[in-house]
């Protein structure tokens, strides 16, 4: 059987080259070119293996990534905007919050459990577009039954006259439902209330199969009971549509679409991961970190987990994972995990320049947002060139004095930068405001002096 990926993402991402997903990437993100390069390649590589034939294809495993870099440079926008491109299943967890077998916190496979969550999702939102039309119309239907009662033909009434008629009104009750003439009529429903039960188990089994089984041995707990409500006619379209699409689709085949998608096309982002990088001999807090490596390997290296939606295989699952390794060092990694990310990438610490081009490059940029946001109370926000560089400025001094945390200091600053006009927007008389050099002075630069005051505000 061929393995395939999902025919969005086959359509999408399946015909760009390296160079054009590392031209998309930077529409988004600002240098970080062997970063983007190495998950371009990754992304291709998944394409490729497409092509193979499935004894040949079975073999090849991803070539995961580890990205080395300080907070802040990029590392976590790159791939969440790779799955995006590639409309793969993603999942960003911190390697922190796992603690080995035996001790409080999550288990590693909770990991995914959690992304087969998210493709359920994804795929239930793609099935629900193709049978949204067709469950409007089911429930126009069931809602004029409501509003309009079939009546008993009458004895000395011809049947096929009796039908016609009855259509006609049935029609331009339709045609008064779509142009909105009925919204203020209200009708009586039954309505199914969800049901929770009301008591936890704790045991040795996960919570997934502990729910499993529940819902296996006790069926109608789970139902919930119906009970009528009087509702206005939008109101109980918008209900009645929601049933409609529930009943036309099939959750076994998005649930086994999911698994799939998550098998083949997804996508986990392990940050932190030098928070746990420590070896045999460490005492106190930092016991387990051996053993949440051990327990993440297998999952990395190739494993089966159980899951509501069936067993997942984690083989071909590209996991990138990422860590500033400030204290630790990649090499403190327990070996068998190091051989499990053998492309290593390093993102550069960002300087002036580049917080410039992230202030005005991207789609996103977060001049753009601010303009965006200003325009919503009728105020019309200028920056000046001079202004833009002044902020990327203090953002580097800031980051030289203090913690560097990157371009999450430009929204600090810019939030600061910003605070009066935000707050007073509303009741301005002038609507129009430029933001140049001299504003951004004023504004910043007895903060930006004294140190312990920015190590607080900035």
């Not at 807090?285 to 490596?293: F, H, K, L, T």
């Not at 083989?315 to 994972?321: E, R």
């Amino acid at each position: 059987m061929p393995i395939l990926l999902p025919e969005t993402t086959q359509t999408s991402a399946g015909a760009l080259t390296p160079r054009q997903i590392v031209a998309e990437l930077d529409k988004h993100v600002v240098g970080q070119s062997a970063a983007k390069r190495a998950v371009a390649i990754a992304l291709r590589n998944r394409m490729r293996r497409q092509k193979l034939t499935p004894e040949l294809a079975e073999e090849i495993a991803p070539k995961n990534i580890l990205m080395i870099g300080p907070t802040g440079v990029g590392k976590t926008e790159i791939a969440r905007r790779l799955a995006k491109l590639a409309q793969s299943p993603f999942l960003k967890v911190e390697a922190s919050k796992f603690t080995e077998v035996g001790y409080v916190g999550r288990d590693v496979e909770s990991m995914i459990r959690d992304l087969a969550e998210l493709s359920v999702d994804m795929v239930r939102a793609e099935r629900l577009e193709d049978v949204r039309a067709k469950a409007r119309q089911n429930a126009e239907d069931r809602l004029l039954d409501i509003l309009l009662p079939p009546r008993p033909i009458a004895p000395d009434e011809e049947p096929a006259a009796g039908r016609d008629a009855q259509q006609q009104t049935r029609e331009r009750f339709r045609e008064q439902l779509r142009a909105g003439r009925l919204d203020t009529r209200t009708v009586e429903l039954d309505v199914r209330e969800k049901a929770f039960p009301s008591f936890e188990i704790i045991a040795g089994s996960s919570v997934e199969e502990v729910d499993i089984n529940l819902k296996d041995m006790l069926p109608g707990l789970f139902q919930g009971k119906s009970k009528k409500r009087k509702v206005k006619v939008p109101e109980a379209l918008e209900y009645l549509a929601t049933e409609e699409e529930q009943k036309l689709i099939d959750m076994d085949s998005v649930a086994r679409a999911a698994v799939d998608r998550v098998e083949q096309a997804g996508i986990i982002f392990l940050d932190e991961i030098d928070k746990i990088a420590g070896r045999e001999g460490s005492h106190g807090p930092d016991v387990s970190r051996e053993g949440v490596q051990r327990d993440i390997l297998p999952i990395v290296e190739g494993t089966t987990v159980n899951t509501k939606y069936g067993m997942v295989r984690t083989d071909h699952i590209l996991f990138i994972a990422a860590g500033a390794f400030h204290v630790s060092k990649p090499s403190d990694l327990i070996p068998e995990l190091q051989g499990r990310f053998p492309i290593r990438v390093e993102l550069e610490a960002l300087g002036k320049d580049e917080f410039v081009r992230i202030l005005t490059e991207p789609r996103n940029a977060l001049v753009k947002q601010y303009i965006a946001l200003m325009d919503t109370e009728g105020i019309t926000l200028t920056f000046t060139d001079d202004a833009i560089r002044r902020i990327a400025d203090f953002a580097q001094t800031v980051n030289e004095h203090t913690e560097n945390i990157g371009a999450r200091r430009l929204h600090t600053v810019l939030e600061k930068l910003l605070d009066e006009i935000s707050f007073e927007g509303p009741d301005l008389s002038e609507k129009s405001v430029t933001i140049d050099e001299a504003y951004v002075t004023k504004m910043l630069a007895d903060i930006v002096k004294n140190e312990d005051l920015s190590r607080y505000i900035l």
